[in-house]
């Protein structure tokens, strides 16, 4: 065993073994958030019987931001507006979902 007699050696072992800890730990962090976020849109693809790729899925959000839409248009009694919108988000999730 060496005694590191250098305090700047020391030091620079110990701002080392910091900063790896601190992108170890960052890695981790991002590495279950990835599959957290992985897990939720497969099961929200498997039970919509869509695909799970990315624009399946903002299609289907934008089919629920039309759904939307109309609701709000049917709020401010636009009837016509609401219909149509309605009708526009409920084609676009029935052409996605099988």
């Known amino acids: 065993m060496q005694l590191n ?3 700047f050696e020391w030091l620079g072992e ?15 962090i991002f ?5 957290a976020s992985s897990a939720f849109v497969n099961g929200f693809a498997r039970t919509l ?3 799970s790729n990315i624009f399946t899925i903002i299609f289907v959000v934008l089919g629920l ?8 248009a049917f709020i ?7 219909v149509i919108w309605c009708l526009l988000g409920l084609w676009l999730l029935s052409a996605l979902i099988r």
């Open 65 to 72: 931001i039309l759904i939307y839409a109309g609701v709000r």
């Open 5 to 7: 007699t250098n305090p």
């Open 49 to 51: 019987g869509v695909d």
């Open 76 to 82: 401010n009694k636009r009837i016509i507006g609401g």
């Open 31 to 35: 590495d279950v958030l990835s599959s």
């Open 14 to 28: 110990a701002l080392g073994t910091v900063i790896r800890l601190l992108v170890d730990s960052l890695a981790w």
